[in-house]
Structures are given as structure tokens and as C-alpha cells.
């Protein structure tokens, strides 16, 4: 069965450095999607990508993220000053024909010290 | 935005009971899902209703859903210990949105 994936499956950062989380979508799928869960929170919706752009983001999305589908394959996800708050685990998700039908990935863990 | 709210947020009960978790919502939906995720694990995708159904089966899951109350149950018949996990719902609209979950405990 097709899969989203996703690299690393944990990483820990210094403050204040940049991190890239990849994911790799379902090969036919058009939407992506980044989602967070702080540990022992909900999971929260951070951005939407469709036709190769911001098609929504949340107010969590602010200038330090940005997300790019660098060659047609991978999905990533950019903090470029990381914060101790943004430790948490990342998901990303892909779907076919919008949000019916999401496939999540079994996530990124990140840990800012 | 909107997003399924979860209640109980915690639930207790011995394997071979049955568990009904309910989720509430505020706008109108194209329809709801129920994803399930283990202790610091994925969300795994368990069952989607659309706005025109109103109750729809998958192995030991049922669903409803009531448009009209803007709510969503999920039972899960005779539970086992691998029930065990947080269990959530999402509404669509431009993109889905998570309640805060269900947490579940299936005791042997």
C-alpha cells in the first residue's frame, strides 16, 4: 500500500539553528500538508501546498517556516531559527482530491535544546 | 477554522466492552473523519463519513453522523488491549482540522 514518508524520524537541534524535515508524498497525490502535535497536545494544522504553493496556513506558520517541493518528489518543511517550542513531532500528509482521503506519515520528532 | 472536539477525553474500560467516543463540530463539513494514534506513534486513518451518510461500518468500528446536531460517535464492539491508543476526529473545510482526542485504555 502506498505510503507517505518520512526523514529523519527524529532529529534534535541546537536553538537557533535551521532544520529541514523531508517527506516523501504518494506519488499521485496532489495536496500536502504539514501538521504538529506537541507532546501530550492536539495534533494542529500548520500549512496547505497545492499547485506548488501556500494554498492555507495557520497563525502557528509564521515567518521562521517555510515549506518548498524542491524536484516533484519531496515535500519539506524548513524552521529556520528553531525555538525550544518548537520541539514536537511534525506530520506530514498527502491527499489525492483535497481533504478526503489524507495519508499521514509516521512523523518527525523534534527535539530543540 | 473549524475542528471535531473529542469527548470523554479519557476512557477506561475492560477488554471485550464496547467504547463510544463522540466528537463535536461547529461549521458545516463535506465530511468527518476518525484517525487513530498510539502513545508517540502516527496517525493511522481509520474511517471517513461523508455529510450525506449517516452511519457507516469498518470491521469492529461503527460511526454515525448527525448533521444536524454537528456531531460524530465512534464505537468500537468488543475491545481488545491493542485498542489502547488516543483516538481523534477531523472535519474538513479548506483543510482539515483535529480535535484533542479520546484516550482510550483497554485493560486485559
Known amino acids: 500500500e502506498p505510503e507517505v514518508t518520512q526523514t529523519p524520524s527524529h532529529q534534535v537541534t541546537q536553538m537557533g539553528q535551521e532544520v529541514i524535515l523531508r517527506c516523501v508524498p504518494i506519488s499521485n497525490h496532489l495536496y500536502f500538508y504539514w501538521y504538529r502535535q506537541i507532546l501530550g497536545q492536539k495534533v494542529e494544522f500548520l500549512v496547505s501546498f497545492y499547485n506548488n504553493e501556500i494554498s492555507e496556513k495557520s497563525e502557528i506558520f509564521d515567518d521562521q517556516f517555510s515549506v518548498e517541493r524542491p524536484d516533484g518528489s519531496n515535500f519539506t518543511l524548513k524552521i529556520r531559527s528553531t525555538k525550544l517550542e518548537d520541539s514536537a513531532m511534525y506530520f506530514c500528509?498527502?491527499?489525492?482530491?483535497?481533504?478526503?482521503?489524507?495519508?499521514f506519515g509516521s512523523g518527525t520528532r523534534l527535539t530543540v535544546v | 477554522s473549524q475542528q471535531g472536539e473529542e469527548d470523554p477525553q479519557a476512557l477506561s474500560i475492560q477488554e471485550g466492552e464496547n467504547a463510544t467516543m463522540n466528537c463535536s463540530y461547529k461549521t458545516s463539513i463535506n465530511n468527518l473523519q476518525w484517525y487513530r494514534q498510539n502513545s508517540g506513534r502516527g496517525l493511522v486513518h481509520l474511517i471517513l463519513?461523508?455529510?450525506?451518510?449517516r452511519e457507516k461500518h469498518s470491521g469492529r468500528l461503527r460511526v454515525t453522523l448527525d448533521t444536524s446536531k454537528k456531531s460524530s460517535s465512534l464505537l468500537i464492539t468488543a475491545s481488545r488491549a491493542a485498542d489502547t491508543a488516543s483516538y481523534f476526529c477531523?472535519?474538513?473545510?479548506?483543510?482539515?482540522?483535529f480535535g484533542a482526542g479520546t484516550r482510550l485504555t483497554v485493560k486485559p
Open positions: 500528509a498527502s491527499a489525492d482530491r483535497g481533504p478526503s482521503g489524507y495519508t
Open positions: 463519513i461523508r455529510s450525506n451518510e
Open positions: 477531523a472535519t474538513d473545510g479548506s483543510d482539515m482540522r
